[in-house]
């Protein structure tokens, strides 16, 4: 039996979390047999990846922080994603690949080739059945992270420009124009009850 494997995205504070949440509690209530997982951080290894360049404030350099995100997703991949997928179950992650082409390919300027070949390698091709980028401007991103900030700990990207959001959340559009098939824009800027409407309907139609 084939799984399923769908991912969460969008620019920090764009309601990923929120929705993922309830999508989880929504799939396990109809009787699915779900994975909750995520990026950064989906293994022990990831985790400890994690805290070591994302959740400290030491300094790396770009093409470290290239790298240490392919580590994590390649021990996720092999150790945590494939093998659910192969036992039949929905696997949900909190981010994949896409947000390296849009992190460090649009936020970062990496070229796009080397974005493509590092997530080759570190997925060995393995890509989302579907993809929901939840889409908000960046100004409703900086004013729901200032919220949340009050509530929570806060991660290196948490600094960044408006700027570098913008070309991030560029790099995502570019995405749904290039795959609108399997990257589903969702306008995130509606209230939490709408959005997961959408989502709900969406996955419905990936489950059926
Ligand atoms: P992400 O995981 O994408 O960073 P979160 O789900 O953590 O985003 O949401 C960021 C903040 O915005 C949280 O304080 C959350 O309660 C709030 N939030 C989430 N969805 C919405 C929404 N649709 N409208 C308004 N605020 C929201
Ligand atoms: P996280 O605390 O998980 O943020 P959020 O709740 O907003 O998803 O932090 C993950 C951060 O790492 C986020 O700023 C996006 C960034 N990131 C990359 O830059 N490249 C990647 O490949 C991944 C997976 C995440």
């Known amino acids: 039996m084939k799984g399923r494997f769908i991912t969460f995205e969008g620019i920090d504070g764009s309601g990923k979390t929120t929705q993922l ?25 990831g985790r400890r990846l994690r805290a070591a360049f994302l959740e400290s404030d030491a300094t790396v350099s770009p093409l470290a922080e290239l790298l240490l995100f392919a580590a994590d997703r390649a021990q996720h991949v092999e150790h945590l994603i494939r093998p659910s997928l192969a036992e039949g179950k929905i696997v949900i992650s909190d981010r994949y690949a896409d947000a390296t082409e849009a992190y460090q390919g649009g936020g970062r300027g990496f070229d796009a080739d080397l974005i493509a070949e590092v997530i080759e390698l570190a997925t060995g091709g393995l890509k989302p059945d579907l993809t929901l980028f939840f889409d908000i401007p960046v100004e409703t991103a900086f004013k729901r992270m200032a919220n949340r900030h009050a509530a929570s700990r806060a991660n290196r990207m948490d600094g960044e420009t408006a700027e570098f959001y913008s070309s991030v959340r560029r790099a995502y559009l570019a995405i749904a124009d290039r795959e609108p098939e399997r990257f589903r824009v969702v306008d995130g800027t509606r209230g939490v009850a709408e959005i997961e409407e959408d989502v709900r309907q969406v996955v419905g139609k990936l489950l059926n």
Not at 21 to 45: K, M, N, Q, Y
């Open 21 to 45: 949440r309830s999508l989880e509690a929504f799939l396990r209530a109809s009787g699915h047999d779900v994975v909750i997982t995520c990026e950064p951080g989906g293994t022990p290894l």
